[in-house]
């Protein structure tokens, strides 16, 4: 199963960017499509944005869609979600997984601690 340390977290005001990583381990990450998924105080965590396995393939969220990129480096075992134009509404606790990239709810490793974004307006 893979395993997935996420970070880049912080506090910015809006309009600002971030970049998270998420490294994972394990031998089968490049073969796994990646998600990345938020979960926002008292609100059940929703998909942000997908990338296949060789990264070709992406698709986001109607709410991040042109402000958010995923990419990954599998030499690296890395994904990264870039975050510009951030918004209030964008704070939240961001995870990523190892996911199918048709069905992103269906997930094939373990959930991390997840890296707190937190934008001020």
């Known amino acids: 199963q893979v395993q997935l340390v996420e970070s880049g977290g912080g506090l910015v005001q809006a309009g600002g960017s971030l970049r998270l990583s998420c490294a994972a381990s394990g031998r089968t990450f490049s073969s796994y499509s990646m998600g990345w998924f938020r979960q926002a105080p008292g609100k059940e965590r929703e998909f942000v944005a997908v990338i296949s396995w060789r990264g070709g393939s992406t698709y986001y969220s109607d709410s991040v869609k042109c402000r958010f990129t995923i990419s990954r480096d599998n030499s690296k075992k890395t994904v990264y979600l870039q975050m510009n134009s951030l918004k209030p509404e964008d704070t939240a606790v961001y995870y990523c997984?190892?996911?199918?990239?048709?069905?992103?709810?269906?997930?094939?490793?373990?959930w991390g601690q997840g890296t707190q974004v937190t934008v001020s307006s």
């Open positions: 997984n190892a996911v199918d990239y048709n069905d992103p709810s269906t997930n094939f490793g373990s």
